[in-house]
């Protein structure tokens, strides 16, 4: 099917990518595929020591496997596409498939916002109530906020994707975009969208609120806590204990804020390109790579893991030596 023909076709889309036009493709693909490939093996042995290793069988460590859960599937769900088009002439995407990765993207976004700011809580009730911490952060309880980071990031989805994809796009069909994010389509459409996008916006402004206040307010906490506890130890077990979340917390919420807050008059096709690459391959890299090095639980659990491996490996090459003679 020719470019023309592609055009015609009122029921496909077609994703111009990162870069409209790139010189190298190839490399690009070479590029974007190392990053991912590193996001989602970091993020599989995260999820696998957490499962594994008894030590991290913690509330903290649980709600931290779900994020590296919500992080794989988000880069599987826009990535992808985007490493076929960079080498394929087609770069058409169905109506069904870009209403999909909108509600499947808004649904992993909104539910990473709820996951985060839960997690503020966990850190929270870990400093300030150690005694009550067993208690109040049961497996019951952090089986409902993963559920209900879930269930709340779905409700944006369902919410926005079916009004986004009933709008009339009878012009151009290019999206000027890697994937389909709603500002980059509601640009296709023919009608006025202006009121929608007011809504939308205060949708995103009203979803990024609620996780940020539970966040402020639980290290607002924490550092009364630990100034009342006036002691170099405490301090310094309160940013281990912290730092990891607030480093991901810092570079995930910052990309949205760019995104979701800012006024129209900020946006440029290009830069919020760049701006969704960043927070949808590279946030979801360092995520695992913050929380690993600069964890001791975690380290210590992957040299663990590791010494098994290797054990069991010289215990099977010891018994085929002893079995050769």
Known sequence: MGMEAVLQNSTDFILLGLITHPAFPGLIFAVVFSIVLVAVTANLVMILLIHTDSHLHTPMYFLL???????????CITVPKMLQDLL??????SFLGCAIQIFLYLTLIGGEFFLLGLMAYDRYIAVCNP???????????????????WVGGSLDGFMLTPVTMTFPYCGSREINHFFCEIPAVLKLSCVDTSLYETL????????????VSVISVSYTRILLTVHRMNSAEGWRKAFATCSSHIMVVIIFYGAAFYTNVLPHSYHMPEKDKVVSAFYTILTLMLNPLIYSLRNKDVATALKRVLGRCTSSHQKIRAGDVSRRH
């Open 65 to 75: 496997s779900q994020l590296s859960i919500m992080d794989t599937v988000y880069i």
């Open 131 to 149: 005694l009550r911490y067993p208690h109040l952060m049961n497996h019951r309880i952090c089986l409902f906020m993963v559920v209900g980071s």
């Open 200 to 211: 939308m916006y205060a949708c995103c402004v009203l979803m990024l609120l609620i996780p």
């Open 88 to 93: 394929s002439e087609e770069k058409t995407i």
